[in-house]
């Protein structure tokens, strides 16, 4: 009995290094499994390398007639008795067959995708809700988060090769380079914050004014743009306070990732981070689109190491109870049981 996971996204995000990350997870708890994604020559590379069976379909529009037939011979091959579809694209081409089908939601995506299928998967309650409220039976509707973990293997970065002062307030922006990120309000925070540098994690349409904004505003020789990272670890380490000004955020995973490196963190108080932070205990919480707010709460960090270590072992605690690979995993595995694949 196997379970066979569709991504129907080529490009890096988010939700793409989960796919990987839990994959490797499942694998490693003894899940049988294979996947079928979309052409990217890294993720098929780290998903070998993990010992998962892997087969590149095209994943197109409503024109392509030939991704779900392709992926339905590959689930039979692979013995297949739990198909998961990551998102949209993949549930439009995951094929019926003797095989229970699932659908992985990261957001509050249209489910017509998803209709015939047996289950749907949220990775918040507050999503799994809306699943609900949208006439999807509550008994077929799970909520099961994403895990976060610190590899000990992964060392920081070296401040240095980034040009960046080893004794300066460094402040980690983790992200798409996209309006919803709000990387902009990190740019204008940091006009208030004449001493600290600021890294930018991602890639994505608005670097070219992002970056112009940085010289505009007189902060472009503080300001790193990283571009896409694969050593996000090494950047938690490095920082001593992450910025996570999103405008939109159904989850918020970079919230659960500082809790695992023990980095404090200062989020806008969008759905997804609002539903996790306790505020004042784990974290920080300011309005959305507030630049001052956030500039604040990052001095009130900095200014504070005590503060930083309780919201450090507050996270920590977080993680180990919530987040942790083993219970999410466990979790994973108890929904593949109920239908079908051990």
Same mark, same amino acid.
């Given at each position: 009995?196997?379970?066979?996971?569709?991504?129907?996204?080529?490009?890096?995000?988010?939700?793409?290094?989960? $796919?990987?990350?839990?994959?490797?997870?499942?694998?490693?708890?003894?899940? !049988?499994?294979?996947?079928?994604?979309?052409?990217?020559?890294?993720?098929?590379?780290?998903?070998?390398?993990?010992?998962?069976?892997?087969?590149?379909? /095209?994943?197109?529009?409503?024109?392509?007639?030939?991704?779900?037939?392709?992926?339905?011979? $590959?689930?039979?091959? +692979?013995?297949?008795?739990?198909?998961?579809?990551?998102?949209? /694209?993949?549930?439009?081409?995951? #094929?019926?067959?003797?095989?229970?089908? &699932?659908?992985?939601?990261?957001?509050?995506?249209?489910?017509?995708?998803?209709?015939? $299928?047996?289950?749907?998967?949220?990775?918040?309650?507050?999503?799994?809700?809306?699943?609900?409220?949208?006439?999807? #039976?509550?008994?077929?509707? !799970?909520?099961?988060?994403?895990?976060?973990?610190? #590899?000990?293997?992964?060392?920081?970065?070296?401040?240095?090769?980034?040009?960046?002062?080893?004794?300066?307030?460094?402040?980690?922006?983790?992200? *798409?380079?996209?309006?919803?990120?709000?990387?902009?309000?990190?740019?204008? %925070?940091?006009? +208030?914050?004449?001493?600290?540098?600021?890294?930018?994690?991602?890639?994505?349409?608005?670097?070219?004014?992002?970056?112009?904004?940085?010289?505009?505003?007189?902060? %472009?020789?503080?300001? /790193?743009?990283?571009?896409?990272?694969?050593?996000? !670890?090494?950047?938690? *380490?490095?920082?001593?306070?992450?910025?996570?000004?999103?405008?939109?955020?159904?989850?918020?995973?970079?919230? &659960? +990732?500082?809790? %695992?490196?023990?980095?404090?963190?200062?989020?806008?108080?969008?759905?997804?981070?609002?539903?996790?932070?306790?505020?004042?205990?784990?974290?920080?919480?300011? #309005?959305?689109?507030?630049?001052?707010?956030?500039?604040?709460?990052?001095?009130?960090?900095?200014?504070?190491?005590?503060?930083?270590?309780?919201?450090?072992?507050?996270?920590?605690?977080?993680?180990?109870?919530? $987040?942790?690979?083993?219970?999410?995993?466990?979790?994973?595995?108890?929904?593949?049981?109920?239908?079908?694949?051990?």
């Amino acid at each position: 009995m196997s379970v066979l996971h569709l991504l129907g996204t080529a490009g890096e995000g988010g939700a793409e290094t989960y $796919f990987v990350d839990l994959l490797k997870a499942l694998k490693r708890a003894g899940v !049988s499994e294979a996947a079928v994604i979309r052409g990217n020559a890294g993720r098929e590379a780290q998903l070998k390398r993990a010992g998962v069976p892997v087969k590149v379909l /095209r994943f197109g529009g409503p024109i392509d007639i030939l991704t779900k037939p392709a992926a339905a011979g $590959f689930a039979a091959v +692979q013995k297949t008795t739990v198909a998961l579809a990551w998102m949209n /694209r993949a549930a439009r081409h995951t #094929p019926r067959g003797p095989w229970a089908r &699932i659908g992985r939601l990261g957001g509050y995506y249209s489910l017509k995708y998803y209709k015939g $299928f047996d289950h749907l998967v949220a990775n918040t309650e507050d999503i799994a809700d809306w699943i609900v409220g949208q006439g999807w #039976p509550a008994g077929n509707v !799970s909520c099961i988060p994403n895990f976060a973990a610190a #590899p000990p293997e992964a060392p920081p970065v070296d401040r240095a090769s980034v040009a960046t002062p080893p004794d300066a307030p460094l402040l980690l922006a983790m992200g *798409r380079l996209h309006e919803n990120k709000a990387h902009d309000v990190s740019l204008q %925070a940091l006009t +208030q914050l004449p001493d600290a540098f600021l890294w930018i994690a991602g890639a994505g349409p608005l670097e070219a004014k992002l970056r112009a904004m940085a010289e505009v505003l007189g902060v %472009a020789a503080r300001v /790193r743009f990283l571009g896409w990272r694969t050593d996000a !670890s090494a950047l938690y *380490r490095a920082a001593d306070v992450c910025v996570f000004p999103s405008r939109y955020e159904p989850l918020g995973n970079v919230v &659960i +990732q500082s809790w %695992a490196h023990g980095l404090p963190v200062v989020a806008a108080a969008a759905q997804g981070p609002a539903a996790l932070i306790r505020d004042g205990q784990d974290g920080l919480l300011v #309005p959305v689109d507030d630049a001052h707010a956030l500039a604040a709460g990052v001095r009130r960090l900095l200014s504070d190491p005590a503060l930083r270590t309780r919201f450090a072992a507050a996270g920590s605690a977080r993680v180990e109870a919530e $987040f942790s690979e083993s219970a999410v995993v466990a979790q994973w595995k108890a929904l593949f049981a109920d239908h079908g694949a051990a």
